[in-house]
């Protein structure tokens, strides 16, 4: 074996069918490609492991892509609603699934599931440690959380949410500084019990060093959690949020240097004017590392309607350099997403990346639009379905509702702009 | 009477009724708001004859307004529908409403509204133009076009979408320059039509001191309709559009001469990174006058769901400078909307407005945020349901599936973060 993670070879100078692959989807020369794995700015998580994997690249210069959580869970243990989410998830095309099962039969759901993906895995250890030792959170020990990294790393899971960044250091922070919403990271505040139960340091945080020996023996990624994400708009860019930022930045490096692939999590919930400046903030205090958010939320008087507080986040975040969105679903702060809001979720959170890409001039973005824009010149129905990011819901919409005058719609009739401007356009006569 | 319109008034230093109820409704001093009414940059719409009217102001420093678009069509002629419209649009305290009513019993329809609705109405006076006077349009005159201004005004509507800038300059730069949606507005496509076989100047700018005697007269503010709108990503920013805003800020200072308050339409389709550069422009070129936006939309490939391209251009648009934000529905580009479209539109372009004022740090804006999230933090459902911007839906959400532990939800049951945390920091036993 010549290297063990895409960055390895990278720095080798090696160019991994993964970068192949990659480079050929992103239309993006093979060696900047390579360059910028080599420098971090550009993860490839595919984990040795999982066999099935269509490997993506995520950072700088490539489409923004987007993640979709599901997983098994005391409230929702049925296996096979969660795999019709599954099917739903990859015929949409979403890039990663993160499998956030807590409870039951959760190594079985994770093992199917990377033999059924193409779209790369994450988890979050964490959650699962408790159910898989069947302890209580506090009578786990430091071996315990590192045995369940190993586990999902061995399973072959390509990225996996470490919140090493909530040290002993960001919870004097914490403590120091009154939040309204402390900690709405699920994996952190176990963590954050955790260290308060036993008063010892975060596990992650203290044997990060073997953390890294687990993630570079199977290129796993990490995806640096932020345990201390804002959870409401007064909490964001605070200083809890920012020293934990400092924290990752330097955990980044750490990880560089044992040629560990890391990304960074991010917000949460945000002011539209502060997204810019965290973008920055992020880019320059964790190296280049590509940028995964959650979010973020523009306001929090939106339940029901998260989806979209967060895809006006997220198209802001992706166009200032955010690289990977996590979708948010109708139902967030709520209840279990069904796979209704799965689905509202997911094409909420691809106009978002999309929006950006365009905003960014990536290549091929704007085409699409141009397609689209061509057809509906043209009053061509049938190529606007074919070329719509949803086409069942736009063929349903309009069948429901069709016009007297077929090539218009009920929204306007006879007094379409489109139709009378090219009828205009032509000499003939606009007859309304 | 001492005045005829607000501006005059305001230029005469005398404080109105609307201006006091304006101020107060906004928290700012009355003397901070008339200024800016006598310069232009705040209108309120308020047609004298327009009894029931609870006045609003729109402009700069000012809350972000919406407008919710009905009103019966060929191909939706039902009054009770769209009354049904109006009502649940009121509930939802949207601050105005267009009456687009293109065909049947239009005035009769306008008249009922205006009776109803303490909101402001709109009208595009062209659209009714053909009905009422049961002619083809190219059989028009340009009297006739003012006769049904006149006939809007006299029955009380509080501001017209009046496309005097597709002029024959503008129309000439339309035909050197290459578009993918030549004309995407409805009305400038009929004035477009119009002009083109009759060889006329558009009526609405060759007679436009007539215009202005009219809506001076009654106080009708005029809402410069955007012809050349970019009806899609490419188009935008293009020197159409920009010819057109030239005219328009051309147009804006000849209605000041008059007293008579003005607001300017904008796009349209337009990428994201470009929006904030046109809030810009249009406030250079028009002298500082309130924008009024149509989205943008930040992509044209989401039909089915152009409320929410539609929310993240707004919101960025009403960040930048935009001051009143025309709601677009799920159903944009596909049919008429349906109440539930138009109640989904309605939260989208709210989340949109609200996001914005929270960044432009507008009094009360974040207020709301923080007794939300305080109500999160507490794990106070009822209290979230009555601040959520649709109390119904976050409560009929969370009921569809209830978690054992009942004050967490099914997203995380007793992994619930805040429960977590605050257990934790209560010095409590966390049991997961």
Redesign the interface.
């Known amino acids: 074996m010549k290297y063990h993670t895409q960055m390895e070879a990278a720095r080798k100078g090696i160019i991994t069918p993964e970068m192949k692959k990659v480079a050929a989807k992103e239309s993006i020369d093979e060696e900047t490609l390579r360059r910028k794995v080599a420098e971090g700015q550009v993860v490839i998580p595919a984990n040795r492991n999982h066999q099935r994997l269509d490997p993506e690249g995520i950072g700088e210069g490539l489409r923004t892509k987007i993640n979709v959580n599901l997983g098994v869970?005391?409230?929702?243990p049925d296996f096979e609603a969660e795999f019709e989410k599954v099917r739903k998830a990859l015929d949409l095309k979403v890039e990663a699934i993160m499998d956030l099962s807590?409870c039951g039969k959760t190594r079985e759901f994770r093992k199917r599931l990377l033999e059924t993906s193409p779209a790369m895995i994450g988890t979050v250890p964490v959650?699962d440690a408790?159910g898989y030792f069947d302890r209580?959170?506090?009578e786990l020990t430091a071996a315990d959380f590192l045995k369940i990294l190993e586990i999902h790393a061995e399973d072959g899971v390509d990225f996996v949410t470490i919140h090493a960044g909530i040290n002993r250091e960001t919870v004097a922070h914490l403590k120091l500084n009154s939040r309204?919403?402390?900690?709405?990271?699920?994996g952190?505040?176990?963590l954050?019990?955790w260290m308060?139960?036993t008063g010892n340091e975060n596990p992650f945080f203290e044997h990060f060093d073997r953390v890294l020996e687990i993630c570079r023996e199977h290129d796993v990624t990490i995806s640096l959690g932020d345990a201390c994400r804002p959870?409401?708009?007064?909490?964001a860019t605070d200083s809890v949020q920012v020293q934990e930022l400092i924290i990752l930045g330097e955990l980044t490096k750490r990880a560089w240097e044992q040629d560990v692939q890391v990304m960074i999590e991010g917000p949460g919930?945000m002011?539209?004017?502060e997204i810019a400046a965290n973008m920055t903030l992020q880019k320059k205090l964790c190296h280049g590392a590509p940028f995964y958010v959650l979010g973020p939320l523009?306001?929090?008087?939106?339940?029901?309607?998260d989806?979209?507080?967060s895809?006006?986040g997220g198209?802001?975040a992706a166009?200032s350099g955010a690289d990977f969105l996590c979708y948010v679903t109708?139902?967030?702060?709520?209840?279990?997403p069904t796979l209704d809001d799965m689905v509202e979720g997911i094409?909420?959170t691809k106009?978002?990346a999309?929006?950006?890409d365009?905003?960014?001039g990536l290549p091929g973005a704007?085409e699409?639009?141009?397609e689209?824009?061509?057809a509906?010149?043209a009053l061509d129905w049938e190529k606007?379905f074919q070329?719509?990011?949803?086409p069942e819901?736009?063929r349903r919409?309009?069948e429901?509702?069709l016009?007297?005058i077929r090539d218009t719609?009920?929204?306007?009739?006879?007094?379409?702009?489109?139709r009378?401007?090219?009828?205009?356009?032509r000499?003939e006569?606009?007859?309304?």
Chains 1, 2 share one sequence.
């Open positions: 869970s005391h409230d929702c807590s959650y408790v209580e959170l506090t309204v919403t402390n900690i709405v990271s699920r952190g505040s176990l954050f019990a308060e139960a959870g409401s708009i007064a909490d919930h002011a539209l004017n523009v306001t929090d008087v939106a339940p029901g309607y989806h979209i507080t895809a006006i198209a802001v166009m109708p139902a967030e702060h709520l209840r279990l094409i909420a106009i978002a999309h929006a950006a365009i905003a960014k704007k699409w639009d141009l689209m824009s061509k509906r010149a606007m070329l719509a990011l949803d819901k736009a919409f309009r429901e509702s016009p007297e719609c009920t929204m306007c009739g006879k007094m379409c702009a489109v009378n401007t090219n009828l205009t356009l000499g006569k606009v007859g309304v």
